[in-house]
């Protein structure tokens, strides 16, 4: 049987449960500063399968994809921007045959780090560039983009355009924000929480949210307010392990797999929909949370 689209289950009114930490797990295997994580699935496709499979063995609905960087601009870094459409149809066929016929793939695109407000790109070439992602998805056998961690209204509303306008596939769109001293949830490119969820949903986004950049407890006051703004449109939160801490030299994240599970039924009190986890998590935070929900 065909899977439903991501949205169609959500009116059932369960809570979806996502992946984890990539990036986390992929230093886990040895990845090298300075190496490109998305070659991988050319060059090291089991450890991205292993890295998908170990997600869904832990009880997540959907997985994300290796990714986060394949757009031309980034891999433009490597020598490889000639190369963005194979590498990305490799990551949705790895994640594909992770997640099998019942499980989601939620293709990740993140910021090309290109800044529209200095001239330093276009919008077209933008849109171009997230044309180029979203269509090696739908090759690749992936049911949405995750389009996460912007911070520029603009470049994420190009994003959302872009995969609605030349796939079929779902469209997920997140941001990263921070709390200012005021106390505001903001982007690091000033825009508010609001504003930045009403313009993707225009753009033609079906699920918004925010990731990375916090843990569950800042997140819950984050969707709180996406909510009283929005009483319909769906949520997905990744967050973060807790804020980053820096002992012996090293980046720690401190939330254990038991702090995040305690706080995800608040979450999605709160208004969540899709939960899962970013930087610092790992499939162990996935499967506490999974039960939790349960």
Not at 29 to 46: Q, T
Not at 142 to 169: G, H, P, Y
Not at 192 to 198: C, E, F, G, K, T
């Amino acid at each position: 049987m065909a899977r439903k689209k991501i949205t169609e289950a959500l009116k059932a009114g369960k809570i979806l449960v996502s992946d984890g930490a990539w990036g986390t797990f992929m230093h886990k295997k040895g990845l090298k500063p300075g190496e490109c994580p998305e070659l991988w699935c050319i060059e090291r496709s089991s450890d991205i399968f292993n890295i998908a499979q170990s997600y869904i063995e832990a009880g997540a609905d959907m997985i994300e994809t290796d990714s986060f960087g394949g757009s031309c601009f980034k891999l433009a870094h490597y020598g490889l921007a000639e190369r963005a459409a194979e590498i990305n149809e490799a990551a949705a066929g790895i994640s594909r045959r992770a997640a099998g016929d019942d499980k989601w793939v939620i293709a990740s695109i993140g910021p090309t780090g290109k800044m529209l407000v200095t001239e330093e790109v276009t919008e077209l070439e933008l849109y171009e560039a997230f044309k180029t992602q979203a269509i090696a998805f739908e090759k690749g056998g992936a049911d949405a983009a995750c389009i996460e961690t912007m911070s520029d209204i603009e470049e994420a509303c190009q994003a959302v355009k872009a995969v609605k306008e030349n796939t079929k596939l779902e469209v997920i769109c997140t941001f990263t924000f921070e709390k200012t001293v005021q106390g505001e949830y903001r982007t690091m490119m000033g825009a508010d929480l609001v504003s930045a969820m009403n313009a993707v949903i225009a753009a033609g986004a079906d699920i918004a949210g925010a990731n990375c950049g916090n843990g569950i407890e800042r997140m819950i006051e984050i969707v709180s307010q996406m909510r009283a703004a929005n009483k319909n449109i769906p949520l997905l939160v990744h967050a973060n392990a807790g804020l980053p801490k820096i002992e012996g030299g090293k980046t720690v994240f401190p939330e254990t797999p038991q702090d995040m599970a305690a706080l995800a039924p608040k979450l999605a009190a709160a208004g969540a929909n899709i939960i899962g986890g970013c930087c610092g998590t790992t499939p162990e935070h996935i499967r506490a949370i999974r039960e939790s929900l349960s």
